[in-house]
C-alpha cells in the first residue's frame, strides 16, 4: 500500500478483504488460548501473550506507514523498555536531557550507564562506548528537533543502534527508518489511538533479526497489549489522516495568535517558518502536528488559564480529539513553571483560538 495516500493507508491498513456478509471491521479476538490441533507444527497463535490475531491487525497497518515490522506493547514505556534491551549486557545509552522524562528515569532505574544530551547537540554527541542513540524528535515538551539522518550516520560508524521516538510526529508526520533510524518507538496512547481510551505502545524495526529479538522480548517479558485496546486503536488509526490534518491547522493558527498575545512568550512550534526548529524540520518531516508550547508568567497564570478556557483540558497526555494543555515543570521537567505544552484538538479553529484568546486575557 505503499504507493497509496496517507487517508487511504490509514482507512484500509491491515484490514482482511472481506467476503459476502463477513464484518467489515470484525471485532477483537478475546480469547486467550487457542486450538492447537493434532499436528506436529504449532499454529500461528497457541496462547494469548504470544500472538493474537487483532494485534496482527494493527501491527500490519502502522508497519505499513512505518515502512518495518511492527510490534504492539502494553504501553509506550513498555514499548522503550524492549528497546532498552536491544542494546544487549554492555554498552552506553544516550538519551536526550530534554525528552520524556520517564525515559532517563527508566534507564536509571535499569541501571543503564546513560549519557545525555540534548536535543540539538545530538549530531555533535560523543559516541565513545555508545551501544544505542536514543533520538526525540520534535522533542517533548521542548520542540526542538535533530537530523536524524546525520545522528545516524554517526552512530552507525560508531557501532550503535538509533531509536526514535516518533510520539510526538506521528507515523504520518516522519519516517525514520527512511531517514536512517533502526527503531521507531512510540505511545499510540496518543495520536494514533486518538481518543483517550487506550494505553497502548509499539516498536518498528526494518531489521527482521532486530524484529525477531523485539518480538521475543515481549513474549517473555509479558508487556502485551490488551485485544480490545489494540481493537479500539485500531478503529481510531482510521482517523488519524483527518485528525491530524486539523490539529495541524489548529496548532499553527493558535500559534500564530499566541505570539501577538502580552501575556505570552516563547511560542514554539516547528510548523512556523521563523521557528528554531523549522528548518531541520521542513526537511525530515512529511506532515506537522498539533503539538505546540508556550510560557505563561507562572504557575498561578496557567492554573487561571485551564479554569478560564471552556475547551481546553487540563491533561497529561496529548494528540486527542479535545484540545488539552499540560504544565510540564509539575512533572520535573528543567522547564519554566509556567510552561505549557498544548495539544491542539479537532475543534473548529475560530471557536479554539477564540477560547484560548479569551482565557488569556482572563488570567492577566
Not at 302 to 319: I, K, M, P, Q, W
Request: charged share 20%.
Amino acid at each position: 500500500m505503499t504507493d497509496l495516500g496517507d487517508g487511504t493507508r490509514c482507512v484500509h491498513g491491515g484490514a482482511p478483504s472481506p467476503g459476502v456478509g463477513d464484518p467489515l471491521h470484525p471485532g477483537p479476538v478475546l480469547s486467550s488460548t487457542f486450538a492447537l490441533g493434532t499436528s506436529a507444527q504449532t499454529p500461528a497463535d497457541f496462547y494469548g501473550r504470544a500472538g493474537n490475531p487483532t494485534w496482527r491487525a494493527l501491527e500490519s497497518a502502522i508497519g505499513g506507514l512505518e515502512g518495518g515490522e511492527c510490534t504492539l506493547f502494553a504501553s509506550g514505556m513498555a514499548a522503550i523498555a524492549a528497546v532498552f534491551a536491544t542494546r544487549g549486557r554492555d554498552g552506553t545509552v544516550v538519551l536526550p536531557s530534554d525528552g520524556y522524562y520517564l525515559a532517563r528515569a527508566l534507564a536509571a532505574d535499569l541501571g543503564l550507564p546513560v549519557r545525555t544530551v540534548p536535543t540539538t547537540q545530538a549530531h555533535e554527541a560523543d559516541l565513545d562506548g555508545v551501544a544505542l542513540v536514543m533520538l526525540e524528535t520534535p522533542s517533548n515538551p521542548g520542540l526542538d528537533v535533530c537530523d536524524i539522518a546525520a545522528v545516524a550516520s554517526r552512530a552507525h560508524a560508531a557501532g550503535a543502534l538509533v531509536a526514535v521516538d516518533n510520539t510526538t510526529a506521528t507515523p504520518l508526520g516522519q519516517r525514520p527508518l527512511n531517514l536512517g533510524a533502526d527503531i521507531v518507538v512510540a505511545s499510540d496512547t496518543k495520536a494514533v489511538a486518538g481518543h483517550g481510551d487506550v494505553v497502548l505502545g509499539h516498536v518498528t524495526t526494518a531489521d527482521a533479526g532486530l524484529a525477531a529479538r523485539i518480538r521475543d522480548a515481549r513474549t517473555r517479558g509479558g508487556a502485551v497489549p490488551g485485544p480490545m485496546e489494540v481493537w479500539l486503536a485500531h478503529r481510531g488509526l482510521g482517523t488519524l489522516d483527518l485528525r491530524l490534518e486539523r490539529q495541524a491547522t489548529n496548532a499553527r493558527t493558535l500559534a500564530t495568535a499566541l505570539r501577538a498575545h502580552p501575556a505570552v512568550r516563547d511560542v514554539r512550534w516547528p510548523g512556523l517558518a521563523d521557528d528554531p526548529a523549522h528548518e531541520v524540520a521542513a526537511r525530515q518531516m512529511r506532515r506537522w502536528n498539533g503539538v505546540l508550547r508556550f510560557t505563561l508568567r507562572d504557575t498561578d497564570a496557567v492554573a487561571a488559564f485551564l479554569a478560564a478556557s471552556r475547551f481546553v483540558e487540563s491533561a497529561t497526555s496529548f494528540g486527542g480529539l479535545k484540545t488539552s494543555a499540560d504544565r510540564r515543570e509539575r512533572w520535573g521537567d528543567a522547564v519554566a513553571p509556567g510552561l505549557v505544552r498544548l495539544s491542539a484538538g479537532c475543534e473548529d479553529t475560530a471557536d479554539l483560538v477564540a477560547d484560548v484568546l479569551a482565557a488569556l486575557d482572563a488570567c492577566g
